[in-house]
């Protein structure tokens, strides 16, 4: 069982910057494929951005250029470097691991990852 737990979400204008925290309790956090989820009121979850065990990244269109993931595998932790953020960003943040055996591969579907953390909010006021 692996355990996720979010950090860093907030209250913040748009244009600001924020970076979001998830801190895994896996031993081999080497092995997971982690990514970053939202939801937003009344909307479906959507993917923001995915990582591979290689650092091989995903952004949904709406975030590219402004958001960064990135994983530091010495302190189980994968991050979430929010700039620019808009009101449209406001959302509940969720942290996402897979375990997997391919080492390149990052993940855009919610369904294909094992453990979820419990998200943080994010509120971008305009």
């Known amino acids: 069982q692996v355990q996720l737990v979010e950090s860093g979400g907030g209250l913040v204008q748009a244009g600001d910057s924020l970076r979001l925290s998830c801190a895994a309790s896996a031993r081999t956090f080497i092995n997971y494929a982690m990514a970053w989820f939202r939801q937003a009121p009344g909307k479906e979850r959507e993917v923001v951005a995915g990582?591979?065990?290689?650092?091989?990244?995903y952004y949904t269109d709406s975030v590219k250029g402004r958001f960064t993931i990135s994983r530091d595998n010495a302190k189980n932790t994968v991050y979430l470097q929010m700039n620019s953020v808009k009101p449209e960003d406001t959302a509940v943040y969720y942290c996402?691991?897979?375990?997997?055996?391919?080492?390149?591969?990052?993940?855009?579907?919610?369904?294909?990852?094992?453990?979820w953390g419990q998200g943080t909010q994010v509120t971008v006021s305009s």
């Open positions: 990582i591979s065990r290689t650092d091989s990244t």
């Open positions: 996402a691991a897979k375990l997997t055996l391919y080492r390149n591969n990052y993940y855009t579907m919610g369904s294909e990852y094992d453990y």
